[in-house]
Each structure stands twice: as structure tokens, then as C-alpha cells.
């Protein structure tokens, strides 16, 4: 059995281990200094780390503009895929994005993360269009994704399995 996994912010001294993740993720990971900028510059961003004791095992973010929150990115350790930390991570920036003032969240996800996309379902997301050759290492296409009321997931979410959703 896997150790808890705590939510928290990403900080500087997460980064090293954030891009570990990230450079096994994706085709063309984004460089330190840009989570670095993120974290400490961008005054719209928040990000979290996914930790299992001192371990970060996961991380996401995500731009918090008006009444929006748009998702930069979601990546779980290739270990700790498939056991709920993705399912986490998300279920948190909704939680903040609502508690922030943002009842709508939209995201980027290829057309081929099937796996993602079903994710992202789970949690009432649904399909709104695309961005044509969004990806630029292969040139595929994104499928935008929006969930436009948080606060009737999590309402709807709790009739059905009797959760207190306010933690």
C-alpha cells in the first residue's frame, strides 16, 4: 500500500523533481525556469504538487482569469499512475478554482489521451471543439474541453455518493 499523498503548493526547491515528471510526460516538456516563472511571476497562476511523504509523485496547474480557470497541465510519475493522484490533483483545482471564484474550467488534451479524456468525463467535462495542430511535436490536434458548473458537480456529486464535499 501506497503512503498518503498531500496536496500542496509547488515551491522552488519541487522543482528538480517536478521535471523529472515532466520530461518522462511529455514530448516537449516546458523548462524549469518557466515553472519557476510561473510560480513566483505570474500572478494568474496556481500550482500544486501531488507528495507522498517528500516525494512528488505528481503535479498540476492552472491560470485563474476573471471567473475561469484554465488547466496548464496535469502529470503523475509513471510509478503512481493509475491510482487515484491524477484523479487528486484535479479534483483540487476544482475545489480552488470554486473557492477562488471560478465556477467554469476549460482545459487542452489530445485527441489520442483517451485515458485523460475519460479523466476529465468523470469529472463533467465535456468536449467543445479543437485546436487544429495545438501540439507542436507532431502537430495533432487538441480537443478543448470545458467543465461549466463546478459548483453543480460537486452538489450533483455528493446526492449521489452521500460526500462532504466542503474539505
Known sequence: MKPEIIIAAMKP???SQVMVIE???FTVPWSEITYYREISENPYAIYIVALSREEV???AGRWLILDESHI???AVSPGWRRQGVGRKLLEHMLR???LDGANRMTLEVR???LGAQ???QEFAFSAAGYRRGYYTDNNED???MWQYDIAAYFDRKEQIDGTDTGN
Do not use: F
Request: proline share 0%; net charge positive; charged share 20%.
Open 118 to 120: 475519460k479523466l476529465y
Open 111 to 113: 485527441r489520442t489521451n
Open 72 to 74: 496548464t497541465n496535469i
Open 142 to 144: 487538441a480537443l478543448i
Open 13 to 15: 526547491e519541487h522543482l
Open 96 to 98: 480552488t478554482s470554486l
Open 57 to 59: 509523485v505528481g503535479y
Open 23 to 25: 520530461k518522462k510526460s
